[in-house]
């Protein structure tokens, strides 16, 4: 599979897409512009963020928030409140547990569900 490829799919800001899974994750890719995605934290598991293209601006409940770009992985802990946007286009790839919520607890607008991650 071309990771890059798997982008042309997505044609939805903030819908990750779920490309394939490992053992009890899914590899998911989705693109982020604006600033839609709520403050949330997933209360059991750790969500990974890997910068496929583009630049990710990734805040932190009570720490300074950081720009991660191409290249750049980061894993939010479990618990951790956090919320992501982008100015630009950004392309991400993430790796979560299958229980993980999209957006944790809180519900907004672009809050999908585990099938309608599976277009």
């Not at 512009?33 to 750790?46: C, L, T």
């Not at 950004?90 to 547990?97: D, V």
Request: proline share 3%.
């Amino acid at each position: 599979m071309n990771l890059k490829e798997k982008f042309s799919s997505v044609n939805q800001y903030f819908s990750p897409k779920i490309i394939d899974e490992v053992n009890d994750q899914y590899i998911k890719v989705a693109k982020i512009k604006g600033q839609e995605v709520p403050w949330h934290n997933h209360e059991n598991e750790d969500e990974l963020f890997y910068i496929v293209d583009g630049e990710l601006l990734m805040e932190i409940e009570n720490k300074p928030s950081f720009t991660m770009k191409k290249g750049d992985l980061f894993v939010v802990k479990k618990g951790v409140n956090h919320r992501v946007s982008s100015v630009e286009e950004c392309s991400i790839m993430l790796i979560e547990s299958k229980t993980t919520e999209h957006t944790g607890k809180v519900k907004s607008n672009i809050t999908k569900s585990i099938e309608e991650q599976t277009y």
